[in-house]
């Protein structure tokens, strides 16, 4: 078929880079990539637009916008996950010993709906016994999704920056994620995090998923051989990343994940998280979420 190309908003982690860089290609498939940075400001264009053909998304986002009812379809493959224990934070000078004096006390996060917060808050409530609504909320940004309305417990009142208002005292905690910030003036609210992640992730079999990759439904309806050409690039660029990471570091959990088989069980997983913590209005199957693209693989085109 003639080359198709899809505008596409990516960012430059591994797997990114793998594909910006020319490492792997197809020759019917072009990915014009948009530069977006930082990529969540990719997001809400994407949810609420669908300003690029392709594009990285949060999977709270992504979950979110399907319960609404907004035109994107999801691939099932994940290009950004990691570990998020660590992500919880207190200042040095009035720190957080351990995670139950969060009760009635305020944590800062971006957005209630940041995936980061959703994960924290899932390990909280898994490991402490302490729910999202037993803490108060104080967040940046409205969420991507438009339709979606916090929670009585979260308040949108935060301005400046999460580390500012945690070295001042607006928050006694705080979630940071690829801005989490070194030194030793804060430290992590959970103990033993590395642990206890290493732990979590061999009970559950994989990594906390951060993002996943949407497509507008019209390109998938209008294209859908170059579609399966674009997924098929990400799952060979995931599989290349994945060993890179992994070489001679036996110890180390595969961080990244391909294939509605190997995903369903964790995005159900995610989904009931989302759902008790009030960032669905009802529970998503996995079925909902990457039924629409289960047939890409056979309607992709033989790339090099």
């Not at 979260?154 to 801005?179: H, K, P, Q």
């Amino acid at each position: 078929m003639a080359e198709v190309r899809l505008r596409t908003a990516l960012e430059t982690h591994p797997i990114g880079a793998l594909l910006r860089g020319g490492t792997i290609t197809d020759p019917d498939v072009a990915l014009d990539f948009v530069e977006v940075a930082p990529i969540h400001r990719a997001f809400a264009p994407m949810v609420r637009e669908q300003s690029y053909d392709l594009s990285e998304l949060a999977v709270v986002t992504a979950l979110q916008a399907l319960a609404y009812g907004h035109p994107i379809a999801i691939l099932p493959v994940v290009v950004a996950a990691r570990f998020q224990r660590k992500c919880l934070i207190s200042h040095r000078s009035r720190p957080i010993t351990e995670p139950g004096q969060l009760r009635g006390r305020r944590i800062g996060v971006r957005a209630y709906t940041q995936t980061t917060g959703m994960w924290v808050r899932s390990h909280l409530a898994e490991d402490f016994g302490l729910g999202a609504e037993e803490s108060h909320w104080v967040t940046q940004d409205e969420a991507h999704v438009p339709e979606y309305t916090n929670p009585a417990f979260v308040d949108r009142t935060l301005s400046g920056s999460l580390v500012e208002a945690l070295r001042t005292g607006v928050v006694d905690a705080a979630v940071l994620g690829n801005d989490l910030p070194g030194g030793d003036e804060f430290l992590p609210v959970i103990e033993r995090a590395a642990e206890r992640d290493l732990a979590w992730s061999a009970a559950h079999g994989y990594t906390p998923v951060n993002h996943l990759v949407a497509v507008s439904t019209e390109v998938l309806e209008r294209e859908p051989a170059a579609v399966a050409g674009a997924y098929a690039l990400l799952c060979r660029a995931e599989e290349t990343a994945a060993r890179q990471a992994s070489a001679g570091r036996a110890d180390t959990p595969r961080l990244t994940m391909t294939g509605p088989e190997r995903l369903s069980g964790p995005i159900e997983e995610i989904a009931d998280a989302c759902f008790a913590q009030g960032l669905l209005p009802r529970r998503l199957t996995a079925e909902e979420v990457f039924g629409p693209v289960r047939g890409l693989s056979e309607a992709a085109p033989t790339g090099n």
